[in-house]
């Protein structure tokens, strides 16, 4: 599947399906006081961060734990009234960025274990266990250091968690799935489709396999990304 080029035009050679189906960033939608997400595909983790002037910041939390006597950090900037930062890990090796804007993130960084300094405008010393990630969310109010679950959720589940990172007296805002209203601080389990799959047209008949059939498979890949 894909698209080719013919005379400067976009041709497809998709013969079936839709390649809408391969994207695997949740949805956002508003509805009232409600943000609804949809488009969650089983087995991911989600933060969901307001923000700012009434914004949203869907964060995927990857499933990965560091070694023993080592913890990483990932700092996402959801503070617009401080502009663009620069953000340093005093404990590591590796400085994290400079000149990072509202509503994004840096990359996570691997550092020792125990007392680490987090140095933004200020210093703030940050308290981290042995083999946990942690996201640093700097909202107007100030930031807060957040574990990440390093499980993966179950086939057919998707992980959500809401942080309200705006300033006292903001407009309430529901974040829901489906039915359900997931609380500010709270992570739920929710219900998620399968990812999407490109297959050839060869390899297809010889699996017998149509557009909407279920297909096993072993990777240690996932995601357009990887």
Do not use: C
Not at 48 to 59: A, E, F, N, S
Not at 148 to 177: C, F, M, Q, T
Not at 190 to 201: F, H, T, Y
């Amino acid at each position: 599947g894909g698209m080719v080029k013919k005379d400067g035009k976009a041709v497809g050679i998709m013969k079936d399906g839709k390649l809408s189906s391969l994207n695997e960033q949740p949805s956002v939608g508003r509805t009232g006081d409600a943000i609804q997400l949809d488009n969650l595909v089983q087995e991911t983790s989600w933060t969901v961060i307001l923000w700012g002037d009434d914004q949203v910041l869907v964060h995927e939390d990857q499933p990965v734990q560091p070694f023993p006597d080592e913890a990483s950090v990932t700092i996402i900037h959801a503070a617009p009234k401080r502009g663009a930062i620069d953000v340093a890990l005093k404990n590591s090796e590796v400085a994290l960025t400079s000149d990072l804007k509202p509503g994004k993130s840096t990359r996570p960084v691997t550092l020792p274990s125990g007392l680490a300094t987090l140095a933004i405008d200020t210093s703030q010393e940050l308290e981290l266990e042995s083999g946990q990630a942690y996201l640093y969310i700097l909202g107007d109010a100030g930031g807060r250091l957040v574990p990440v679950n390093g499980s993966r959720p179950a086939a057919g589940e998707a992980a959500i968690r809401v942080v309200d990172a705006r300033p006292a007296g903001a407009a309430k805002r529901r974040v829901v799935v489906g039915a359900e209203t997931i609380p500010s601080g709270e992570t739920r389990t929710v219900a998620a489709r399968m990812p999407g799959i490109i297959l050839g047209s060869a390899l297809a008949r010889r699996l017998g396999a149509k557009v909407g059939d279920s297909l096993a498979m072993s990777t240690p890949f996932r995601g357009l990304g990887d």
